[in-house]
Structures are given as C-alpha cells and as structure tokens.
C-alpha cells in the first residue's frame, strides 16, 4: 500500500475498488482466511439466512425480537441503500464510523501477514468477502451472542457459508434471480440455497408445496438437517390497515397467536413468520410470546414498500416474484387519484419480464423510467421501447432521478399514490436525494 488508510472515507473507497482486481474465492481460501482472522465470533450462536426473496426482512425480523428479549446480536446484511455501515449492524445500531475502520483495519493488518498457502496465490478477499470478515470482526468485539447472516448471492458457496457452527438455518422464498450463477430451474436454484444447511441443524422455510420446498426436504435428508416447514395454512386471520396488517400464527406451545407487522406490505407476512418460527425453535426462555408480539410490531425494514413520504412508497423488488408480491400489496391500498409508477432496473437482471408483468398489469396510470447511477443500469431508451410494447400508457423518460423526483412526488395531486420500484439501488439513490432535499 503506498497511502495509509487511516479514515472511514479511505477504507470505504478501498472496498469499493476491490471488484477491479480481486474475484470470488474458493470456499476453503474463504475459510482459510476467516481461520487466519482467528474465527472471529466462532463462540456465538448463528442463524445463516438464504433464498432469493425476504431475507433481509427476516433477519431484521429475528434481531428486532432477540433485541427485544435483550439479547446482544449481530447483524450482516446486503446490499446496502446509503452507507456501508447498514451492512453491520449490532442491537439495531448500524456500526459506527469508527468501529467500522477499526474492522477494516483488522482485515487488512491480516492481509500484510497472509500463510504461505494463501500469500501463494495472491489471495484477497472479494468485496462481499471482505465486508463479511469485517462484520465478524466486529461481533467478536461486541462479544455478541447471537449472529445474524444474510447470504449474498446463492449459499452453498457465499462466504458466509464459511461458518460451519450453526443454530439455525432459514431458506425464504425461492424465485428466479441470478439464473446464470444459480441455474435456471427452481429446483437448481433451490439446491443452491439449500447448500447451507448442516447435519442436525434445524431449517425453517415456507412450504408452499412447490418445486422449491420439495428439492429443500430432499437436500435436508441427504444432508442430515432437521426440516421445520411452514405451511401456509399456520397463517390465517389477516387484517390488511392502513399502516399495519394483523395476522395470526399457529405455533406449537399456544395454538395460534396474534402479531402485528408495521408495513402495507402483504409479502411481509410470511417473512415474519417465518422469523416468528425459527425464535419458537431456539427455545430461548427469554423469547416469550410478548416478546416476540413486541419485537415483530417494531420493525421497520427501510425499502421494502416504505412509506418515504405521505402516499409515496419505495420498494426494492427486482425480480419477478419481488415485484409480483409488490403489486400484490399495491392492489389492497385503495387508490382515490392516480397510480404513478417510476422504475429502474439493472442490466443483469431478467428486466423484460418484470417489466412486462408491471405494463400488463393494468394497476399504473403513469409510468416513468430513469436510470440507476451504475455502470449496470439499464438504459432508459430499452425500458421505455419495453413498456410501449406492453401497454398504452405512455411511458415517460427523465433525464435524471431529480427531475423525476419533483414532477412525480412533488407535484402529486391529493389522492395520487406514487410507487418507485424496481432496484435496491434505486431505493438508495432516493433516499440519498431525500436527505440531500432536507438539507437544502
């Protein structure tokens, strides 16, 4: 290194250059490393979380109960919507900039001094890699007891599955997403989710009596795991509010029970209950019912059918069951104006169905479209020829997210609904704005 990293703006623009020269690792070059880090936060209790759709959902679900019962966890999520720090969170709190230079500096002492077998080879974490090192890092200084992993991209071979102690294993809804690391069958991609599982080691997933849940209990026998389904048929009771929706949950020791999530967003019923049945499996005494009624109603979890301001609603889904689910939520909120939509996608995702689903669905009155600040954005021209070829509505292109910001949200007359949607990188870029307006 010919600078010093001795800032949390250096260390964050260190992280983000690792992709222009460090690939994914193997996974025993990822264990190999967490080994040379000391294994970090080994002693705790984990609860690996994968699936395509409602992941981060759930593990804020499990940590805003566990935190609720006053349990010390750590949190690691992805990806981020403003500032890398969300991706590490301990008790609620994401880290500060102090704690997250601290961990970078860690990493990266370790880095200088790498084992002949991992110096061989040039080894360097990925940028996923390299932030879920960190986090452990930080869970060992906050001596946490429980630690809460979302899997980035697939399971069976995401860093995170470097761990190999486990409480808890939670698989969310399977879709199609990444088809070309994954494969493109749901059995294929369930396959790959289902690789974090471990002999005896309890999984919760939702079983919808699909191609998914059947190729899970299949890789659950193999591997010796310990199933735990959810059927739709524990859910029952739900009372779509305004803000709020209530629902009801069979769990084994109470008969069914009643919760309340603080979201319009239908999809997160079975998120929650999903949580809601994993902290039943734990057996933890200090996880009662109240506890758990409590630490479900408070969670709020930023991008996912957000109410940013009064009738204006963000929503990270990206891919086909993302947003099918979100126009699922958009049909139960009455709607006395118009439905104004505005959407963004990456190029690497399967964007001609999404958009199709969206144009055909009949529930928009105004679409617009801009592009995402990233090299994988798709461009505004290909999702404007998309939307015309899919519906009548004229589909309107802004130059920048600004300029589509006021003339959708702050010229709305009463009774519109807006909705943007279509990436978590969108989300954070309006959110970004958000604060930048305040400020102003």
């Known amino acids: 290194m010919t600078e010093q990293i001795d800032t949390y703006e250096k260390a964050e623009e260190y992280i983000n250059s690792i992709p222009k020269f460090s690939d994914k690792n193997s996974m025993e070059n990822t264990r190999r490393f967490l080994a040379h880090l000391g294994n970090p936060a080994q002693n705790c209790k984990v609860i690996h979380i994968a699936g395509t759709n409602g992941k981060g959902s759930v593990c804020a679900y499990l940590c805003s109960v566990l935190s609720e019962g006053g349990i010390s966890t750590g949190m690691f999520t992805s990806p981020h919507l403003v500032t890398m720090r969300e991706r590490i969170s301990v008790n609620d709190r994401m880290a500060t900039r102090q704690e997250f230079l601290q961990a970078f500096e860690f990493v990266m002492d370790k880095l200088s001094d790498l084992p002949p077998d991992l110096a061989g080879i040039g080894y360097h974490p990925s940028f996923f890699e390299f932030l879920f090192f960190m986090a452990m890092v930080c869970f060992e200084r906050k001596s946490v007891e429980y630690v809460v992993l979302e899997t980035g991209l697939g399971g069976r071979l995401d860093a995170t599955n470097s761990v190999s102690e486990k409480k808890l294993c939670i698989i969310t809804s399977i879709g199609y997403d990444h088809v070309e690391y994954l494969g493109d069958t749901i059995p294929q991609i369930a396959s790959e989710k289902a690789g974090i599982m471990r002999a005896g080691v309890p999984v919760i997933y939702p079983d919808k009596h699909d191609e998914a849940a059947k190729k899970i209990e299949e890789c659950a026998k193999r ?102 689910a979100f126009m699922e939520t958009v049909k139960t909120q009455p709607c006395h104006g118009r439905r104004r939509l505005l959407f963004s996608v990456v190029k690497d995702k399967q964007y001609q169905v999404v958009i199709e689903a969206i144009a055909s669905s009949g529930l928009f009155d105004e679409i617009g479209v801009v592009a995402l600040r990233s090299a994988r954005a798709l461009p505004v021209d290909v999702m404007e020829d998309l939307y015309r070829q899919y519906t009548g509505l004229e589909c309107k292109a802004y130059d920048s997210l600004s300029t589509a910001f006021k003339e959708l949200v702050l010229s709305k007359d009463d009774g519109d609904r807006v909705y943007i949607v279509g990436s978590l990188y969108l989300v954070g870029e309006v959110k970004a704005l958000l604060r930048s307006l305040k400020h102003d």
């Open 223 to 324: 591997s010796g795991a310990e199933t735990m389904p959810v059927p739709a048929q524990a859910i029952k009771e739900i009372k779509i509010q305004h803000k709020t929706i209530d629902f009801s949950l069979h769990l084994n020791y109470y008969d069914y029970i009643g919760f309340t999530v603080s979201t319009s967003a239908v999809y997160q019923i079975e998120n929650a209950a999903l949580a809601i049945k994993a902290l039943e499996r734990l057996g933890d005494e200090r996880i009662t019912v109240p506890v758990m009624q409590e630490g479900i109603r408070k969670m709020v979890w930023a991008g996912r059918m957000e109410e940013i301001l009064p009738s204006v609603y963000v929503d990270g889904a990206h891919n086909l069951d993302g947003i099918q």
